[in-house]
């Protein structure tokens, strides 16, 4: 099979049918099987969240056509050809910003501490205000579009859409088009409790703060699992699954709690073990409003949040 996909590479190469020679590795099915099965079978020295990323950024072709469905049915005989192409993002460089993944339509981006979602003010730092000087920058005729925010101090997954539309098309069906969105902290205290829920409404007052009510105060409800992954006699290292996306969620949750975030100032907690907010965004899927396939991402859990408890 190796020397028939060899042949195969050198004819399309001359063909120029399938781009300029070595912007793709060239494969020749053997035997039937869902595409993304095959591709992580016979993909190698490539991550599997790499291969999954290049499917869904258009990175596959089969017989000359770009697929991203994932269970594309193969059949023997079919010619694979899997980009190679270096994206702009590989020459992106920001000690506040790293893109996750890049398509037409969207950017997932992974925040750190210290810079706004967007601007708030003259001259802030702030993640759009990066993207577009990268879009400039890369010649993209466009403009990234806030879709979701993370506060400042607060790092992890973010999605900007890059048009008008597919923004409108993520936020008017916020809900349905985002089937997993987890957090994961470092709270004061040893958590009493595996697992749980914590619903209550939420409200701002006068003075910025969220406050919480077990009663409808004219505020909006807010629902958050939590599942404590470890802990220690002063800390616990807890993921939080959002059912709802109210501003300042998780921190006012577990300042309800009795375990508030640590380095939460804002929230009551001058614990501060990692020297930040420890609270990071760290899985977010979403179905992509545009081909509708879903995405799914993961971060790994901060490293200082892993060392409070070596």
Same mark, same amino acid.
């Given at each position: /099979? ?19 020679? $070595? ?23 490539? *991550? ?5 990323? &290049? ?22 005989? /079919? ?32 925040? +750190? =501490? ?5 601007? #708030? ?5 702030? =993640? ?25 101090? &607060?790092?992890?997954? /973010? ?6 539309? &597919?923004?409108?098309?993520?936020? $008017? %069906?916020?809900?349905? +088009?985002? !089937?997993?969105?987890?957090? =994961?902290?470092?709270?004061?205290? @040893?958590?009493?409790? %595996?697992?749980?829920?914590? #619903?209550?409404?939420?409200?701002? +007052? ?6 919480? *009510?077990?009663? %409808?105060?004219?505020?909006? !409800? ?5 599942? &404590?992954?470890?802990?220690?006699? %002063? ?7 959002? @059912? ?25 907690? @001058? ?9 990071? #965004? ?12 879903? /995405? ?15």
């Amino acid at each position: /099979m190796a020397h028939q996909s060899n042949k195969w590479q050198k004819s399309a190469n001359q063909r120029g049918g399938y781009g300029v020679p $070595n912007e793709y590795a060239y494969y020749v099915v053997g035997k039937p099987a869902p595409l993304l099965e095959w591709l992580l079978e016979n993909i190698k020295g490539e *991550s599997k969240t790499k291969i999954k990323l &290049t499917l869904q950024g258009r990175g596959i072709k089969v017989d000359g056509k770009i697929i991203t469905q994932f269970d594309y049915a193969l059949r023997p005989g /079919m010619k694979i050809s899997v980009s190679k192409t270096k994206k702009n993002n590989d020459k992106f460089k920001n000690r506040f910003v790293k893109i996750v993944y890049e398509d037409r339509y969207l950017v997932v981006v992974e925040k +750190n =501490v210290g810079i706004l979602s967007m601007a #708030a003010g003259h001259s802030t730092l702030n =993640v759009k205000a990066v993207l577009d000087d990268y879009f400039h920058k890369s010649r993209q005729n466009c403009q990234a579009h806030v879709v979701h925010r993370l506060d400042r101090d &607060t790092s992890g997954l /973010m999605i900007y859409a890059k048009d008008k539309q &597919t923004e409108l098309a993520l936020e $008017n %069906d916020w809900h349905n +088009n985002v !089937y997993d969105r987890r957090y =994961v902290a470092v709270v004061s205290g @040893e958590m009493e409790e %595996d697992e749980g829920t914590i #619903a209550n409404w939420l409200k701002d +007052n006068k003075a910025y703060i969220t406050y919480s *009510s077990p009663t %409808d105060n004219g505020g909006k !409800y807010a629902v958050t699992h939590f599942h &404590t992954l470890t802990r220690s006699t %002063d800390y616990s290292l807890v993921e939080f699954r959002l @059912e709802t996306g109210r501003k300042n969620q998780i921190r006012v949750h577990t300042a309800d709690m009795g375990h508030p975030v640590c380095g939460d100032i804002k929230y009551g907690n @001058e614990d501060d073990p990692c020297h930040r907010l420890c609270l990071h #965004a760290y899985v977010l899927c979403f179905y992509h409003p545009v081909t509708h396939q879903p /995405m799914e991402f993961e971060t790994p859990i901060p490293a200082e949040f892993r060392k409070v408890f070596k």
